[in-house]
T-cell receptor, first 112, second 112 residues
Framework: AQSVTQLDSQVPVFEEAPVELRCNYS??????LFWYVQYPNQGLQLLLK??????LVKGINGFEAEFNKSQTSFHLRKPSVHISDTAEYFC??????????FGKGTRLHILP | KAGVTQTPRYLIKTRGQQVTLSCSPI?????VSWYQQTPGQGLQFLFE???????NKGNFPGRFSGRQFSNSRSEMNVSTLELGDSALYLC???????????FGSGTRLTVV
């Protein structure tokens, strides 16, 4: 079964510093990968997705992610974070049954 | 356009009762998925409906059920509530998993 592993449950980073949130997936078939963000007391919002083509995917709010098939990774990056980026971030994969399976999430803490 | 609307936002129920949650998807979206979110288990897939038919089901007991109406609105029902059912229940609508989902703000269910 396909699964998603987010290696860090929490990531603290100083404001205006770069950040990388790590995600690894397991799959034996072609994958569709997603990153979602959840702000406090809200639902999830799609940040970006990889379906095919260029391995570097750009999303909203200055985030980007790189699909690496050999390392089965889909890490999320932002060159300079802002206090408003404080949220929980979820990596997800579409499995062969067309379900979206989510990782456990990574809480991003922005330090002043 | 209007987003995904979930009602009610908050619910407090007693063990043994039943509850019905409602979700109105984005206009034109025929797929509605439900997820349970808890601190310990993260986001777990409950079921997906597409054009009034259940297309996918997660690993939840039969106490959890759902349905979709001809206007794509969906309801989920939980019977014989247990303390462990306390969670944020999220509804997501879309045109298919590869396009990504749009989530509602959720219904926070507390079972006492």
């Amino acid at each position: 079964a396909q699964s998603v592993t987010q290696l860090d449950s929490q990531v603290p980073v100083f404001e205006e510093a770069p950040v990388e949130l790590r995600c690894n997936y397991s799959s034996s078939v072609s994958v569709y990968l997603f990153w979602y963000v959840q702000y406090p007391n809200q639902g999830l919002q799609l940040l970006l997705k990889y379906l095919s083509g260029s391995t570097l995917v750009k999303g909203i709010n200055g985030f980007e992610a790189e699909f690496n098939k050999s390392q089965t990774s889909f890490h999320l990056r932002k060159p300079s974070v802002h206090i408003s980026d404080t949220a929980e971030y979820f990596c997800a994969v579409r499995n062969r049954d067309d379900k979206i399976i989510f990782g456990k999430g990574t809480r991003l803490h922005i330090l002043p | 356009k209007a987003g995904v609307t979930q009602t009610p936002r908050y619910l407090i129920k007693t063990r043994g009762q039943q509850v019905t949650l409602s979700c109105s998807p984005i206009s034109g979206h025929r797929s509605v998925s439900w997820y349970q979110q808890t601190p310990g288990q993260g986001l777990q897939f409950l079921f997906e409906y597409f054009s009034e038919t259940q297309r996918n089901k997660g690993n939840f007991p039969g106490r959890f059920s759902g349905r979709q109406f001809s206007n794509s609105r969906s309801e989920m029902n939980v019977s014989t509530l247990e303390l462990g059912d306390s969670a944020l229940y999220l509804c997501a609508s879309g045109q298919g998993a590869i396009y990504g989902y749009t989530f509602g703000s959720g219904t926070r269910l507390t079972v006492v």
